[in-house]
């Protein structure tokens, strides 16, 4: 049974945020790819992607994360991801392939959209 794969963008606040579902591979990335740069075109440089819904990531989607996180830091902007520690039907894959992958550390990562958006909850560094 295939997995819908789904992209929807809302704002909130100063925030653009792109909702993905179902499968993040080869033939599902350049659509979140074409969305994010979208949404940078239309002059937003603050960016959440929530992933919660995400079951499954493969080596290009973890490259359209990498390459929305240096678009965005080429435009001086943010970009937040949203993984939650348990996600996707106790999956929270993307989590996992990011940090197997060793580029968890490069995303500002949260585990909700609320912590996502606000700025008081910043993570420590380490």
Known sequence: MAVAFNVTGVEQGEW?????SGE???MTSPVLRQHVHDVVA??????VVDLSDVFFCDS???????AARRLIRSC???LRLILPDRGADDGSHVNRVLG???VRR?????????????DEADPLSA
């Open 100 to 102: 197997a992958l060793g």
């Open 42 to 47: 239309e002059g937003h440089h603050s960016l």
């Open 76 to 78: 001086q902007g943010r």
């Open 24 to 26: 993040l591979d080869l």
């Open 106 to 118: 490069l995303f500002d990562v949260r585990p909700d959209l609320d912590s996502a958006t606000t």
């Open 60 to 66: 290009s989607g973890v490259g359209v994360l990498i």
């Open 16 to 20: 653009a945020v792109l909702r993905v």
